[in-house]
């Protein structure tokens, strides 16, 4: 029996969760973590090192620090070895201080996401496609994969912008960032759809086109990922962004380091991904490229109506005045899938985002999206991906 096993049985454990307090993403990752410990009836005590106006005694989490198991977000290898040494388990949550085989990591899909990214992109019907990133970091590289290869596999491609944004002065660095993105504003094919590494860079590269009097999302249309509240809301137009998974990665990790603490490690993976589910649509990507006028106005009935109602392409073709045999050959040569499969796609994305991030029983989300029953529901849900709905959330959020 290992030395951790025996004190976590005399004693409650005590679990460090070190997680920058910059991060938009802290208070889910910390929520996650509790839903584990309820669902699963464990008695943690945390130490969080977490903002308390003094009224609390600052918890310092570094190679020094002696607790029972541990949740962080990057990791020195000198924390890494330290912590080994007095045999204390750690799961990181960070994509840079992923490449550690010795360490156990929870991540979002950051390939996942630029596929997610790539599809909700093509379906704008603009030309032109770019990624902004920082080849420096991995979760940008592997967005950036994602997101090519998904382009490719339509016959899309890509143009690719790099900037390694913490090489530039500190001091100096708003100043020198905003030249580099105005020359790179100035060199896309526009319209174009860009996707951004995140909601940070996002934010930036949108002042930047209101400097130059270059529209958003006309001229481009911009995405960026995590759903920073801040960043998002901050920005004119607002911006559209993938949601960062922070309550499912906060509860894997959790689940993740009770494993490793109670010796039951050997089918682990070294990194588990979870999967990024949700995509919140907002000013900064609310155009339509098509010259396809008809094709346009169906995509448009689709978004704002398929994942609240039961929409039927009927009831598209009749508001369009034009038949169901012309709407489909041009979504088919448009858009290279047919107005149901388009529907189908609108709404099993919704789904699937409810069932991961919400507590909502299927029959309120049958309810909430305009199915008939949950009975419906569930055949639409089995249907289109081979699980039950209630099983699909047991495996992507309770593994």
């Not at 143009?159 to 790179?184: H, N, Q, S």
């Not at 589910?277 to 010259?291: A, D, M, W």
């Amino acid at each position: 029996m290992s030395r951790t096993l025996k004190k976590t049985q005399q004693a409650t454990p005590v679990i460090g969760i070190r997680i920058p307090k910059w991060a938009s993403f802290t208070r889910e990752v910390n929520q996650g973590i509790i839903e584990f410990l309820q669902s699963a009836s464990m008695k943690w005590r945390l130490d969080i090192d977490s903002e308390s106006t003094n009224e609390l005694p600052s918890v310092s989490i570094n190679s020094r620090w002696k607790g029972d198991g541990l949740i962080t977000f990057r990791l020195s290898r000198q924390e890494q070895s330290a912590f080994r040494r007095r045999g204390i388990p750690v799961v990181n949550i960070s994509s840079e201080s992923s490449t550690n085989p010795e360490v156990h990591s929870v991540l979002p899909n950051n390939y996942q996401a630029g596929v997610l990214a790539a599809r909700y992109l093509a379906d704008l019907g603009m030309p032109n496609f770019a990624f902004w990133g920082n080849q420096k970091r991995n979760y940008s590289r592997v967005r950036q994969l994602g997101f090519m290869e998904e382009l490719g596999r339509m016959g899309k491609t890509c143009e690719i912008y790099d900037c390694d944004v913490y090489a530039l002065p500190f001091k100096e660095r708003w100043t020198f960032l905003g030249r580099e993105m105005r020359k790179v504003i100035r060199k896309f094919r526009k319209p174009v759809a860009l996707f951004v590494k995140d909601d940070l860079a996002a934010r930036t590269i949108v002042q930047q086109c209101e400097n130059l009097g270059v529209k958003v999302p006309e001229e481009v249309a911009i995405l960026g990922v995590n759903d920073d509240l801040v960043f998002c809301h901050a920005s004119y137009p607002p911006l559209s962004s993938l949601s960062y998974p922070g309550r499912r990665i906060g509860f894997v990790a959790a689940s993740v380091l009770s494993r490793l603490m109670g010796g039951d490690s050997a089918d682990l993976p070294i990194v588990t991904e979870v999967n990024i589910v949700n995509l919140i649509k907002r000013e900064s990507t609310n155009t339509l490229g098509f010259e396809d006028e008809i094709v346009a106005r169906a995509i448009k009935i689709i978004r704002e109506e398929a994942c609240h109602r039961s929409l039927m392409v009927s009831q598209i073709t009749k508001r369009l005045g034009v038949s169901r045999s012309l709407l489909q050959a041009r979504m088919n040569r448009v858009m290279g899938r047919s107005p149901k499969q388009l529907i189908d796609e609108a709404r099993e994305l919704r789904l699937k985002g409810l069932l991961e991030t919400t507590d909502l029983p299927v029959k309120a989300i049958s309810y909430e999206m305009g199915f008939s029953s949950s009975e419906e529901l569930c055949r639409f849900f089995k249907r289109s991906t081979g699980v039950s709905p209630g099983k699909y959330r047991i495996e992507q959020r309770y593994r």
